[in-house]
């Protein structure tokens, strides 16, 4: 039995119930707050008095709580990556999916943001300002003693800015780590959602991260995608050890090397034949 909340979460979704309804919208029981406006706009066709709506809080270009069933790019407590709108001389301004958008103070910027430009920053309330705004001092906020990734994890990434070796990527939305570019496989663009795997936390709590497994996991999972694609093609595969690197890279996503590995697994298992145009699948050995 879920136990309904004492107090509303500004910056978060909320479960609230509908305590009047007139023509430009209806008002919600704020619970420790005042009543909440959500705009006629969001309101359900048949919406009434005492229904319960999922609704985001935040405060509008008046500083007052107000609600909407939009749900933006990123909430409180969690890490996003958003376009610049807007600078002036309170701050950066970013583009989160609502109609006011979010402010980067001056102070929370460890340099100084341009317009048009995307960057990664952490989302909270501020109980100062009674404020929601974003940061990329991300040091502030993301604690390396809470990580607790291991090597394989899957994961759901956000693809960050672009540097020499590779991409800055979002992982779960609450830490930050990197994919390399010599083991991306696959076209990736900043901005991208992707699924991704943990590859090493390393003691200072940086995080590398792959769009495929590797080690043990990795050749489990690729002869896996093998197999998939032997059976769908009738049970034979023209890609060979010496196919070009480029081919088993666009078929497979993986680097020729970890092919010859995946391959040989199965070979090993039985369950192909190695011929000279290709491989075949002969269904013996152990399979799952």
């Not at 270009?61 to 610049?84: H, I, K, N, Q």
């Not at 020499?164 to 992982?171: K, N």
């Not at 991306?184 to 769009?211: H, M, N, T, W």
């Not at 999972?221 to 050890?241: C, R, W, Y």
């Amino acid at each position: 039995m879920n136990i309904p909340s004492l107090t509303t979460s500004v910056g978060r979704m909320n479960r609230l119930r509908v305590v009047k309804k007139l023509s430009f919208g209806v008002y919600l029981d704020g619970k420790d707050q005042d009543e909440i406006l959500l705009p006629i706009r969001y309101v359900p066709d048949s919406c009434e008095v005492d229904d319960f709506l999922d609704v985001f809080i935040y405060l509008d270009s008046e500083d007052r709580l107000v609600a909407t069933t939009e749900t933006p790019l990123a909430m409180a407590g969690e890490l996003a990556y958003l376009r610049v709108v807007a600078v002036n001389k309170v701050g950066a301004f970013l583009d989160w999916g609502l109609p006011k958008d979010l402010l980067v103070p001056f102070g929370e910027q460890r340099e100084g943001l341009t317009k048009d430009r995307s960057y990664i920053v952490y989302v909270y309330f501020d109980k100062t300002s009674q404020r929601l705004v974003a940061s990329t001092k991300l040091h502030k906020y993301i604690n390396p003693k809470s990580i607790r990734y291991k090597p394989g994890n899957k994961v759901d990434l956000i693809v960050g800015s672009a540097f020499e070796l590779g991409w800055q990527v979002i992982i779960d939305k609450r830490f930050v780590g990197v994919i390399y570019r010599n083991e991306v496989f696959q076209p990736v663009r900043e901005g991208d959602a992707l699924v991704g795997y943990i590859k090493q936390v390393r003691p200072d709590g940086k995080i590398d991260v792959e769009l495929q497994k590797s080690g043990l996991y990795g050749r489990d999972a690729l002869a896996e995608e093998i197999l998939v694609q032997l059976k769908a093609a009738g049970g034979f595969l023209a890609v060979t050890d010496r196919s070009p690197p480029e081919e088993i890279q666009d078929r497979f996503k993986a680097s020729k090397k970890a092919y010859k590995r995946a391959v040989g697994g199965l070979y090993k298992r039985r369950l192909i034949t190695l011929e000279d145009g290709g491989i075949r699948f002969i269904g013996a050995g152990t399979h799952g």
